[in-house]
């Protein structure tokens, strides 16, 4: 097992290498100039070169590329080029309410795509199954943001149950917390609980198919025996898969959700560093995103040696 988890760090080190690169690379390629921006009608040229120089952009991409990945290294992302604060501290930040939106979203994600998609494989080719399946389908195609804006009228405007934005610590009072939190969880769990719930019914429905199925109902078992005992052990791994991709692209932010809904978040701080043309802030909140996706593939690397021995010697 220390072997297998030492072999995936070093691949997910070397990824994290290969995105910064690439992230650095096409943040210089973005047009326009940061410190011009910066500048707005301040602009004036013993103050642009000046600028310029502490900010390193005078020096050659190479150079600034060492430096900057020096810098990540050690958790200095550099600072913004827009109000001079530290990318790092921008990050952190934002970081609770796009971990917590993350959180409440899968945990309604999981809460309806589980039953959702065992019943549908249990009960495939009824009636059941082609509803469970038709609600997946129309979950998977409504856009985010037009669901977004159908719970804030009906459940803001219309019943008044919920505020239509803003953001509340949990510490601030955990009825107001999940106030403000349950329409933005809400409208990313649902789909995500769409998307997941066709992979649990497949990953549930091939399962059933294998032999020793047969054998376990021959013995006499129940249905939902069957489905406990046999069924969900060997049909783990695909969902974690899911279950993981899932997992990182919340944590990567929901642009679209956080701007409804004025959600402080990650997503909504990289759209505000794209607008700005504030390259720092924007490396860093995408380094970070690719961070995160490697991360949970980590996880879900060890969850699969876990669930299946198998897996460590591949």
Known sequence: MRAFLIKRIFQMLLALI???????????????????????????????????????????????YVSWLGGALTGDLGVSFRNGQPVTQLILERLPATITLAMAALFIA???????????????????????????QIGISLPDFWAGVMYILLFSLTLGWFPSSGYTQIGDGIGEWIRHIILPAMTVGLISGSIITRFVRSAVLEALNQHYVITARAKGLSEWQVVRRHVLPNAW????????????????????????????????????AVKDRDFTV??????????????????????????????RVS
């Open 18 to 64: 290969g995105v910064s690169i690439v992230v650095f690379a096409l943040m210089h390629l973005v047009p326009g100039d940061p410190v011009r921006v910066a500048l707005g009608t301040r602009f004036d040229q013993d103050l642009y070169d000046s600028l310029r120089a502490d900010l390193g952009l005078d020096r050659p991409l190479a150079q600034q």
């Open 110 to 136: 999981l809460l309806v795509a589980l039953p959702a998609g065992i019943i549908s494989a249990v009960r495939s080719g009824t009636g059941l199954d082609y509803a469970v399946s038709a609600a997946s």
């Open 237 to 272: 791994i695909p969902i974690v898969t899911v279950v993981g991709l899932q997992l990182g692209f919340l944590l990567g932010g929901v642009v679209v959700v956080e701007v409804i809904f004025a959600w402080p978040g990650l997503g909504r701080l990289a759209l505000t």
């Open 282 to 311: 924007l490396q860093g909140s995408v380094l970070y995103i690719a961070f995160m996706f490697l991360v949970i593939n980590l996880l879900v690397d060890v969850i699969y040696a876990r669930l299946d021995p198998r897996v």
